[in-house]
């Protein structure tokens, strides 16, 4: 059997609405990546030195990063040696199996680390204009569906109407929001929130944060302060600091990531717009370079439209079309 059938089979006892999910929202990358791996392997009939080069090309503009697709590229040569393919049509499964392996290192990673012992403390980083506030009240949304008490923090003090626009946010999914005036101290807005969180007993508390202050230095010292105000009120909190990255800026992505990650440990990515891009090759270029787990995707513009991440449902998402017209059965 092969490695695509046995991922439809283990999507199978999963709601539809997970996969269906993914499938809709990766149409802009599935109809880059995987319409131009079908049109090369109709192409090249034989694997050889170009067929792997016009492979590379393919993958690079999708945003699967440089150092990625050479790792992917060698192990490709290396399997198809190893179990004597030929022919470029027996590839294309090896192509997905490779891929999923190399999202799926640990599937517990990509869970949320939950307190369970009280309040779970997240702190939400990012530059402007990634979704981040918006990240966060979708999350937010989502927890108090799951009966979770949830409380915001208005932690961006710097950018106009960031406040403001939490507050929507709140409002939409029914938590209150923890605020001082624009322009005041993060860290203060982030210490009220938390004696809030203490004396009300809340099950999340979720801190928003600047995205850019005058320079980078500063941005990265008072993410430094803001986490170390948390740690000291709630031992062992942040249990978990996400990342917001914009999946339309691809590579950038990746240096925000490295930038923030210095000053805050990133836990995890929360990657956005992800239905809006053809570049979502650059899942595999976090997982694979920074080894942070994606934990959450943004699939549109809704309250509802957060999803965990599952690596299965995207690999899938990715490649049905390209294996149904292999005559892989995907649908």
């Given at each position: 059997?092969?490695?695509?059938?046995?991922?439809?089979?283990?999507?199978?006892?999963?709601?539809?609405?997970?996969?269906?999910?993914?499938?809709?929202?990766?149409?802009?990358?599935?109809?880059?990546v995987?319409?131009?791996?079908?049109?090369?392997?109709?192409?090249?009939?034989?694997?050889?030195?170009?067929?792997?080069?016009?492979?590379?090309?393919?993958?690079?503009?999708?945003?699967v990063?440089?150092?990625?697709?050479?790792?992917?590229?060698?192990e490709?040569?290396?399997?198809?040696?190893?179990?004597?393919?030929?022919?470029?049509?027996?590839?294309?499964?090896v192509?997905?199996?490779?891929?999923?392996?190399?999202?799926?290192?640990?599937?517990?990673?990509?869970?949320?680390?939950?307190?369970?012992?009280?309040?779970?403390?997240?702190?939400?980083?990012?530059?402007?204009?990634?979704?981040?506030?918006?990240?966060?009240?979708?999350?937010?949304?989502?927890?108090?569906?799951?009966?979770?008490?949830?409380?915001?923090?208005?932690g961006?003090?710097?950018?106009?109407?960031?406040?403001?626009?939490?507050?929507?946010w709140?409002?939409?999914?029914?938590?209150?929001?923890?605020?001082?005036?624009?322009?005041?101290?993060?860290a203060?807005?982030?210490?009220?929130?938390?004696?809030?969180?203490?004396?009300?007993?809340?099950?999340?508390?979720?801190?928003?944060?600047?995205?850019?202050l005058?320079?980078?230095v500063?941005?990265?010292?008072?993410?430094?302060?803001?986490?170390?105000?948390?740690?000291?009120?709630?031992?062992?909190?942040?249990?978990?600091?996400?990342?917001?990255l914009?999946a339309?800026?691809?590579?950038?992505?990746?240096?925000?990531?490295?930038?923030f990650?210095?000053?805050?440990?990133?836990?995890?990515?929360?990657?956005?717009?992800?239905?809006?891009?053809?570049?979502?090759?650059?899942?595999?270029?976090?997982?694979?370079?920074?080894?942070?787990?994606?934990?959450?995707?943004?699939?549109?513009?809704?309250?509802?439209?957060?999803?965990?991440?599952?690596?299965?449902?995207?690999?899938?998402?990715?490649?049905?079309?390209?294996?149904?017209?292999?005559?892989?059965?995907?649908?």
């Amino acid at each position: 059997m092969s490695f695509f059938k046995k991922l439809k089979e283990k999507l199978a006892g999963q709601k539809e609405s997970v996969t269906s999910k993914f499938k809709d929202g990766l149409s802009k990358t599935r109809h880059s990546v995987a319409q131009k791996v079908n049109n090369l392997v109709k192409r090249y009939r034989k694997v050889d030195e170009e067929f792997f080069e016009e492979l590379e090309e393919i993958l690079i503009t999708a945003d699967v990063g440089v150092h990625t697709v050479m790792d992917l590229i060698d192990e490709l040569k290396d399997q198809a040696r190893s179990r004597n393919i030929k022919e470029t049509s027996e590839l294309q499964d090896v192509i997905i199996e490779v891929l999923a392996k190399m999202l799926t290192k640990d599937e517990e990673e990509t869970k949320l680390r939950l307190n369970p012992d009280g309040t779970t403390v997240i702190l939400m980083v990012g530059v402007n204009g990634v979704g981040k506030t918006t990240t966060i009240g979708k999350l937010a949304n989502r927890f108090k569906q799951e009966g979770k008490s949830v409380l915001l923090a208005a932690g961006d003090t710097f950018r106009a109407g960031a406040i403001d626009q939490l507050e929507v946010w709140g409002k939409r999914a029914g938590v209150d929001v923890i605020k001082h005036q624009e322009g005041s101290d993060p860290a203060a807005v982030i210490y009220d929130a938390l004696q809030a969180a203490k004396s009300r007993k809340v099950d999340v508390l979720i801190c928003d944060t600047a995205g850019r202050l005058q320079n980078k230095v500063n941005l990265m010292k008072e993410l430094e302060k803001v986490k170390r105000v948390i740690s000291r009120e709630f031992p062992g909190a942040p249990h978990e600091v996400l990342l917001a990255l914009d999946a339309t800026t691809g590579q950038n992505a990746l240096s925000q990531a490295k930038e923030f990650g210095k000053a805050t440990d990133v836990t995890g990515i929360v990657l956005t717009k992800l239905d809006g891009t053809a570049k979502g090759g650059i899942v595999f270029a976090i997982r694979h370079e920074l080894d942070l787990p994606v934990k959450f995707v943004t699939l549109g513009e809704g309250i509802d439209d957060i999803q965990p991440f599952d690596a299965d449902a995207f690999v899938y998402g990715l490649f049905s079309e390209m294996m149904t017209e292999a005559g892989g059965d995907a649908e």
